[in-house]
Structure formats: structure tokens, C-alpha cells
């Protein structure tokens, strides 16, 4: 079927586009009866929608706000329809318009993919939904999926859209009815809801077509119908059932809890169908390095604070964890559980800052555009125990750096026809700049930055066209010393932005020409501000030897030429650590670099290694790790570093799931300690394990 093609009030055509109705008067009355005659003949001519489209609805932040009826017994259905007027400000996904349960579970209507979904979870653990076209944004479509026990259907302004098939029932249960999110600050809608309904049986096709202009359908078997002049003061009144009115919420406080212990999340990306079984895997928490910093040590507040990617108990999800290390007391408390990001992806893990007034700020990432990113910023100075949302948003592989004076410099990832390395900046870190795109060569970039007395260096690869992501070559480097308003090469030369060209005058090396990809590790600076990038080369992106030799290598500005130096050696692409420059005469660097339980995959054992020559030799000074179990991985810097925190990573079975605990270490490598997985009091001493 096709909808009817109407005219908008500027003459643009716009395909079944019908807004909400409320309370009309005679005038209003005779053009819904128009439209209503409309809708029984779908060759008839067009017909202005004005009098359906009159009303703003409720509005959704995209964030905090939500409503919910506590009592979902009644919603316990055997069949069931749900509608709703919408009107999205943007196309971010997901977004819920009503649901029930969580992910996957008993029926959510919601955008994703690009489409609008009626999912029916039609026996335990089993689920089906059909698909409608996504709505325009800033414009009203009507929604109505049914579910009659067998079918699932979804409408779109009337008009049957899709179907699946989904034999069963819903599985019993009295989850509260979610309008405009799928729980609190979980896939919030963004823009507006209205006259949202609920039958107990499924609506026939033309029940469904009457409910899009506005007719009263079935009124005996309706069960919840929320009108936008039904909201008072915080209390959306249930128009068919008082008992079931809907609580209106919108709260910036990011209802936040502990966890009772310290447990990473756990992550594969490709299968590789040979002994190693994925690209990489393993104990994630800490992962990647293009997300910096995960640590970050106040003098003020003698903390160390952190971040990691971490796993509800018996369910690999991933959670954004917040908590500190206590200098004074030599213990940790309870982590604090930001959000759920309802994935187990650990390229959405978060990252942390500290502002000039001791706010702990946390980036919660996202792997592309198909989740939002966030800013939650703590209640009080040096605190975790209470975040506010600030804003939502999306970016990938986060890199905030605050500066004295100046505010945030935002280095990230956004993905626009390839990686694309973009910039903002922020004063207060609540309101923002545009996005400034610094580059953009062939398929894009991974890039790894890094602040030094006022300005910020980023290094990067790219991605040639055509090859794929798994290829990833050259070295390119830029700073700015002004806040992101320009930037130039490591010689002082300016750049025009946005970089495109393969050959330009950010180029370090052309590793393209010794047939080699390059993956990026670390930043650092000397004292005299000149940087030194730490990378991987290797021959490919496949693991095990066929790729050997895979060479940590330091690539420094002497301050008139490259020097690039290597000799330390590594059994894994992703093997990954941090550089200490802690004189221009004396570098640390700590890492996975050797082989480990599961030897050719991300990870191994780790090793404190040291060079007074500038990198052109490596003494390792001592092994902080032995006779694991797991693999150890993404040894990481912390901003400030303590001596008694000084590098900070997870491990994990590299080749299969597992369990996967976070550590960290002294600047000598003598001590190492894991946080506790369990922890019994609000407040413990991690566990000495070197």
C-alpha cells in the first residue's frame, strides 16, 4: 500500500506525514472529517494535515527524561497494540518510543539501524520485530505495531510497513512500562511524544489506519493512552486507566550505585578462523590506546582517579566505571557504576579529566554512530560518588585534555565516510565549539595525542583507499600551541587543514614504502616540548609469526630531524604500553612485551624496560608478571602518574571469554597489585601480587 502524499504548509511533499490531535473545535473538526474521508480512499487527492499536526507533544531530552508506569501487570499481554505520535530532533539511535523489559526482551518500539522496529520477544529468549521506515526528523509520524500471538506488524502513519513472524507469547513478567526511553537515561528519545496508546488485543488494518488520523479505535480494549494535556506537573494521567498513570522524570543527576568489586569487560573483534581465533581479544578494560587518559593523579586531593570498561556480575555488558586509588590509606572503594552502555563493545569504553576545580569528568565513548556519547561531570571536587549529565552527543576514541587556562582541547574520532580526526574545544566543558576536522586522508586514521605545557601533539597512521582497515601505514604528526585554532608539524610550518593528501608536511615516515603497517601506542614530550611517538610496525595485521618481526619503535623530534629507533620486540600488533620520558636522557617504557599464556595474541606478560640513549637501546630492567594465566593487556599511562600508581592494565583470556581483573603497578615495576573482584566493606586494600 502507499500512504497518501500531502502538502506541507511550505508545499513540500511529504509522504503520510500526520501529526497528533487533541481537543478541536467545529473548524478544526470539518478538516479532520476531510482527512478522516481522506483515508478511506488512498487515489483520493491530497488534504492539508494542519488540524493533525497542531501540537508540540511532550518533550524528551534525549538524556534524563523519561516516564514510567511502576505497575506493568497490566501490560502483561497475550496480544497487544502499541502507538505513538512522534517527532525526533535527531536521527541518533537507538531511541525508544515505548517499551517493556530490558534489551531484547518482552517489546520495545524504537529507530535503529535506520529503521523503526516493533520487537516482540515471543518466548524467553527469543525475539523477532518487524521494520518500518525511520520518520524525518522535526516532522510528526504516527507509529502502531501489534502483536496478535503469531505476527508481529508495524504501521507507519497507517500504512502496513512490515512484518514478522513470532509464534508464542510475551514472557510473563511485571516490568514497568518505559515512554520515550528504555529505562532511565538508557536510549532516550530525542524530540517529542504524543497521544501514546496501548490495547490488549492486536489491531486489525484498519483499526490501525483509523488510529493514524486521529479516530477513537476500540475503546473498551484500550489499556493506556498518555495525551500531552494530560501531563501535570510531573504525573502524565493514564486517559483509560487513572491507576495507570505515568510518572514524568527529568532529572541531569545520573542515577549512579556501587559495584561490590573490580571486574573488566571482556572483548573480541573478527574471528580469525585459525589457532588464535580473533584479531584480538582478551581483558579490555583498559582498551584502546587511541582512549587516553584512563588515570589521572591529583596532588590536591592525593588521588589517583580512574576509569575502566567493567561487566555487571555474570553478564559480559559493558559498564563505565569510575573510582579512585587513595595515596593516604593505601585503599580503593567500591567502584561507581556510571552507566550501562547495553553492549559488550570495548571500543565504547570511557575516559577521564579533571578540571582546574577538581570535577571529575568522564567521555563515555562510542564505537561509530550506532550509540550515543556522553559527558558526565561529578557533583563535588574529587568526588565519585555523584555524577551530572552534560551533554549527549556522539564521538569515538576519546581524548580530552584540559588545559590550564583554557579549557578543554577535545581530541576524538568521528566517523564520516572513514575515521575522521576532528577537534573541539570548551571552556567550562558544557558549552562547545563546532567540530574542527584536522584530517581526513583516504579511508582515515587512529591517532594518539597528548598535552605538554599549554599546547597538544597528536600522532596518527591512516588507512590507504581501498585496502580495508586491517591496513595501516605511515606516521604523520601536528601540534597546536593556541587552543586548536591552527596547527603546525613538528618543524613549526603551518598546515592547511583539513589534511587529505597521503604526502604532506605533517609526514614522520612513509611506512607505505617499506610495505609496513603502523600501530599507534603512546605520546610523549621531552623538556624542551620536542615529542616522541611510540608505535608497532609489523608486516601484517594476521597474528602469529608470519607477521614477526613486530618492533616497538620511538620516532623523536630532535628538533631539526626524525629519529626513529627500535629493538624491543613483540608477538602481537596489539600488544600495548606506555612511554615515561622522565629525563631527556632516561626513558621507562612499560608493556606486554613478552610472550604470555597465550602466546601470538594481544597481550603476554608484562616488563619494565628502560633507555639512557635515547631509544636507541632497551635494557629490560625486570619482569612484572609471571606464570599468568591470562594475558596482560593495555598497560596504561596515568596523567601526573604517582610512583605508587604508575601504570594501569587488565588481563584476560586471550582465545576465549574469561573473567578479567585490573592491575597496577610502582614506577620500579617491584610491586604490582590487583584490585579486588570482591570486595565485602565500602573501602579495601588491593591485593599485592609481585
Same mark, same amino acid.
Given at each position: ?141 504516527? #507509529? ?71 479516530g477513537e479505535v476500540a475503546p473498551a480494549d484500550l489499556v493506556g493512552r498518555w495525551r500531552k494535556d494530560t501531563l501535570r506537573q510531573g504525573e502524565w494521567r493514564n486517559m483509560a486507566d487513572e491507576s495507570l498513570s505515568a510518572e514524568y522524570l527529568d532529572d541531569s543527576k545520573r542515577p549512579v550505585r556501587k559495584d561490590d568489586g573490580y571486574r573488566g569487560i571482556w572483548y573480541y573483534n573478527q574471528p580469525s578462523n585459525d589457532e588464535y581465533v580473533y584479531k584480538y581479544s582478551g581483558g579490555l578494560g583498559t582498551y584502546c590506546a587511541k582512549h587516553r587518559p584512563f588515570a589521572i593523579y591529583s596532588k590536591e586531593a592525593?588521588?589517583?582517579? +580512574? ?87 556522539? +564521538?569515538? #576514541? ?11 582541547? +577535545? ?33 582515515g586514521h587512529y591517532q594518539v595525542s597528548e598535552p605538554w605545557n599549554g599546547k597538544v601533539g597528536t600522532a596518527f597512521n591512516y588507512h590507504p583507499q581501498g585496502t580495508g582497515l586491517n591496513w595501516r601505514t605511515n606516521l604523520y604528526y601536528m601540534e597546536t600551541d593556541d587552543f586548536g585554532e591552527t596547527w603546525h608539524n613538528a618543524q613549526g610550518k603551518a598546515l592547511t587543514l583539513p589534511l587529505t593528501e597521503v604526502e604532506n608536511p605533517a609526514l614522520v615516515h612513509d611506512y607505505k614504502a617499506d610495505g609496513l603497517n603502523v600501530y599507534m601506542k603512546d605520546l610523549a614530550f621531552d623538556s624542551k616540548g620536542n ?14 609469526? *608470519? ?32 612511554? #615515561?620520558?622522565?629525563?631527556?636522557? +632516561? ?58 600508581? #604508575? ?33 565485602? *566493606? ?9
Amino acid at each position: 500500500m502507499a500512504g497518501n502524499v500531502v502538502k506541507g504548509t511550505h508545499g513540500r511533499s511529504r509522504k503520510g506525514h500526520l501529526g497528533p490531535i487533541g481537543p478541536i473545535g467545529p473548524a478544526a473538526r470539518t478538516a479532520a472529517a476531510l482527512v478522516l474521508a481522506a483515508a478511506a480512499c488512498v487515489r483520493c487527492a491530497p488534504v492539508a494535515p494542519q488540524a493533525l499536526a497542531s501540537r508540540h507533544g511532550v518533550p524528551f531530552n534525549g538524556f534524563s527524561t523519561h516516564a514510567v508506569v511502576l505497575d506493568g501487570k497490566a501490560f502483561d499481554l497475550d496480544t497487544f497494540t502499541v502507538s505513538a505520535w512522534v517527532k525526533l530532533h535527531s536521527l541518533r539511535e537507538p531511541q525508544v518510543f515505548v517499551n517493556r523489559g530490558t534489551r531484547a526482551q518482552l517489546f520495545t518500539l524504537y529507530l535503529f539501524k535506520g529503521k523503526v522496529r516493533m520487537l516482540v520477544e515471543y518466548a524467553p529468549d527469543k525475539y523477532a520485530y518487524a521494520n518500518a521506515d525511520a520518520p524525518k526528523t522535526e516532522e510528526w509520524t504516527h #507509529y502502531l505495531g501489534t502483536y496478535d500471538g503469531t505476527v508481529i506488524t508495524v504501521y507507519a502513519n497507517g500504512v502496513p510497513a512490515g512484518t514478522a513472524k513470532a509464534p508464542g507469547r510475551l514472557p510473563p513478567s511485571e516490568a514497568p512500562l518505559y515512554l520515550g526511553a528504555e529505562a532511565p537515561w538508557a536510549s532516550t528519545l530525542d524530540g517529542w511524544l504524543d497521544d501514546v496508546r496501548t490495547w490488549r488485543r492486536a489491531l486489525a488494518a484498519d483499526e490501525a489506519r483509523r488510529v493514524a488520523f486521529g479516530g477513537e479505535v476500540a475503546p473498551a480494549d484500550l489499556v493506556g493512552r498518555w495525551r500531552k494535556d494530560t501531563l501535570r506537573q510531573g504525573e502524565w494521567r493514564n486517559m483509560a486507566d487513572e491507576s495507570l498513570s505515568a510518572e514524568y522524570l527529568d532529572d541531569s543527576k545520573r542515577p549512579v550505585r556501587k559495584d561490590d568489586g573490580y571486574r573488566g569487560i571482556w572483548y573480541y573483534n573478527q574471528p580469525s578462523n585459525d589457532e588464535y581465533v580473533y584479531k584480538y581479544s582478551g581483558g579490555l578494560g583498559t582498551y584502546c590506546a587511541k582512549h587516553r587518559p584512563f588515570a589521572i593523579y591529583s596532588k590536591e586531593a592525593n588521588k589517583t582517579f +580512574f576509569c575502566y570498561g567493567g561487566t555487571p556480575k555474570g553478564k559480559n555488558e559493558l559498564l563505565h566505571m569510575v573510582s579512585y586509588y587513595d595515596h593516604a590509606t593505601g585503599m580503593v572503594p567500591r567502584p561507581t557504576i556510571l552507566l550501562n552502555k547495553h553492549t559488550d563493545d570495548a571500543h565504547d569504553n570511557p575516559v577521564i579529566s579533571l578540571d582546574a576545580n577538581g570535577y571529575v569528568w568522564v567521555f563515555s565513548s562510542s564505537h561509530g554512530t550506532s550509540r550515543p556519547s556522553s559527558l558526565s561531570r561529578s557533583t563535588k571536587p574529587y568526588s565519585v560518588e555523584e555524577f551530572e549529565h552534560v551533554l549527549t552527543t556522539n +564521538f569515538s #576514541y576519546t581524548q580530552p585534555w584540559w588545559l590550564p587556562g583554557r579549557g578543554f582541547l +577535545f581530541i576524538h574520532t568521528r566517523y564520516q565516510g572513514g575515521r575522521c580526526n576532528y577537534q573541539m574545544t570548551s571552556p567550562d566543558g558544557r558549552e562547545w565549539s563546532e567540530g574542527k576536522l584536522l584530517a581526513k586522508i583516504d579511508e582515515g586514521h587512529y591517532q594518539v595525542s597528548e598535552p605538554w605545557n599549554g599546547k597538544v601533539g597528536t600522532a596518527f597512521n591512516y588507512h590507504p583507499q581501498g585496502t580495508g582497515l586491517n591496513w595501516r601505514t605511515n606516521l604523520y604528526y601536528m601540534e597546536t600551541d593556541d587552543f586548536g585554532e591552527t596547527w603546525h608539524n613538528a618543524q613549526g610550518k603551518a598546515l592547511t587543514l583539513p589534511l587529505t593528501e597521503v604526502e604532506n608536511p605533517a609526514l614522520v615516515h612513509d611506512y607505505k614504502a617499506d610495505g609496513l603497517n603502523v600501530y599507534m601506542k603512546d605520546l610523549a614530550f621531552d623538556s624542551k616540548g620536542n615529542p616522541l611517538i611510540l608505535c608497532l610496525t609489523s608486516k601484517g595485521y594476521e597474528s602469529g609469526p *608470519e607477521n614477526d618481526p613486530r618492533v616497538w619503535t620511538t620516532a623523536r623530534w630532535t628538533g631539526t630531524e626524525w629519529d626513529l629507533q627500535g629493538s624491543i620486540r613483540s608477538d602481537n600488533n596489539y600488544d600495548t604500553g606506555s612511554l #615515561y620520558v622522565e629525563t631527556d636522557t +632516561f626513558w621507562r617504557l612499560i608493556g606486554p612485551t613478552q610472550p604470555g599464556p597465550q602466546p601470538y595474541n594481544p597481550g603476554g606478560e608484562v616488563a619494565l624496560w628502560t633507555s639512557e640513549d635515547l631509544g636507541h637501546t632497551w635494557k629490560m630492567v625486570r619482569q612484572l608478571t609471571h606464570d599468568s594465566a591470562f594475558n596482560h593487556t593495555y598497560v596504561r599511562r596515568p596523567v601526573n602518574a604517582h610512583p605508587d600508581f #604508575y601504570a594501569f592494565w587488565a588481563d584476560g583470556h586471550a582465545r576465549k571469554p574469561s573473567e578479567s581483573r585490573l592491575y597496577f603497578c610502582d614506577k620500579t615495576g617491584e610491586h604490582v597489585w590487583r584490585l579486588p573482584p570482591v570486595m565485602e *566493606e565500602e573501602f579495601a586494600s588491593p591485593e599485592l601480587v609481585r
